[in-house]
């Protein structure tokens, strides 16, 4: 496989504009929205700097993959708010996700070889559960996926208890890392996953079976079976 630009949740930082100048493949975990007042970040930069992604997926339509995170969910419809939603830009983040020319630039995951991209994680509880209804969907993982985020988003507001939830498991944009803790198996032995999601506070990823959280505001290139910080440092 190609090498692999990944950038973990955005919330409106500035630390993903390397990938401007990088001429590879590089896929974005979610996350663009709702920044945290105390980092100085406030909405209105947030906006501007997901206009300025969308600028670049535009540009760059075959090597550049934006995901959706949890934080996109309750643009796409209020009914699904959570933490530092934003009524007064409501309307300008759902015309983007939903919107006739960009809507498609944006889905919930990306599959390349051995490796599942999506923006919290697949729990094998979750997948159990829902398995039925994305199976018929489609061929492979990333379309069953995609496809059922357009048909089900209910699905992905599930959370559990560790997210403050009443569901038994998190959904792909809401499961936390440590129901992987709690799992005995994996959904599929041969996926790594690579998610964001749950803020880390060390410079270095954090892997828990087959599962790879990278959500620590670096940008990481994934080569040769190995995540490594980009530019190195």
Known sequence: MNEIL???????????????????????????????????????????????IVDFKQRNPH????????????????????????????????????????????????KIDKYLLVHAGITKGWYDLHKDEFLPLGDDLETQLNRLFVRNMDAFYEASIERGGWDN???PLWADIHEFYDEKEPFDKDIIQIIGHTQLKTEDPLNKGNVWLIDNRRLYLLTNGELKHYPAS
């Open 169 to 171: 498991y998190g959904s």
């Open 6 to 52: 990944i950038v973990p949740d955005v919330h409106g930082r500035k630390f993903w504009e390397p990938v401007l100048d990088y001429k590879g493949e590089v896929i974005f975990l979610g996350d663009y929205a709702d920044p945290y007042p105390a980092e100085g970040i406030v909405d209105e930069d947030a906006w501007q700097n997901l206009l300025r």
């Open 63 to 110: 090597r550049v993959t934006l995901l959706v995170g949890n934080h996109e969910l309750h643009y796409y419809d209020m009914k699904f708010q959570a933490g530092r939603f934003s009524e007064r830009y409501y309307k300008k983040y759902h015309d983007v996700l939903t919107g006739e020319k960009t809507a498609e630039l944006f889905q919930l995951c990306r």
